[in-house]
């Protein structure tokens, strides 16, 4: 089993910067992909970046060049740098794991990132 822990969220003025990070832990097979997820009232949960245990990422096209997504393999930990936050980018952010040779798929419990004057 694995559990996802995240933490950094919180509230900032536009044009502010915050440092999402989730570790993992428990008991598992090596973790493959991890990304991280968010979700505004209302809509539904889309992807944000992800990021493979090689270092290839990925971006939605709404957060290219102002969030960097990271991640520590020794620490099983993923990590996402927002920049230049805009009020779109309010919403709960949720991490999100897998492990080889496994189809299962593990999230975090959310955190509210709140982007307002």
């Known amino acids: 089993q694995v559990q996802l822990v995240e933490s950094g969220g919180g509230l900032v003025q536009p044009g502010g910067s915050l440092r999402l990070s989730c570790a993992a832990s428990?008991?598992?097979?090596?973790?493959?992909?991890m990304g991280w997820y968010r979700q505004a009232p209302g809509k539904q949960r889309e992807l944000v970046a992800g990021?493979?245990?090689?270092?290839?990422?990925a971006y939605a096209d709404s957060v290219k060049g102002r969030f960097t997504i990271s991640r520590d393999n020794a620490k099983n930990t993923v990590y996402l740098q927002m920049n230049s936050l805009k009020p779109e980018d309010t919403a709960v952010y949720y991490c999100n794991a897998n492990l080889f040779l496994s189809t299962a798929d593990y999230w975090g419990q959310g955190t509210q990132v709140t982007v307002s004057p």
């Open positions: 428990g008991s598992f097979n090596p973790i493959n992909n």
């Open positions: 990021i493979t245990r090689g270092g290839s990422t």
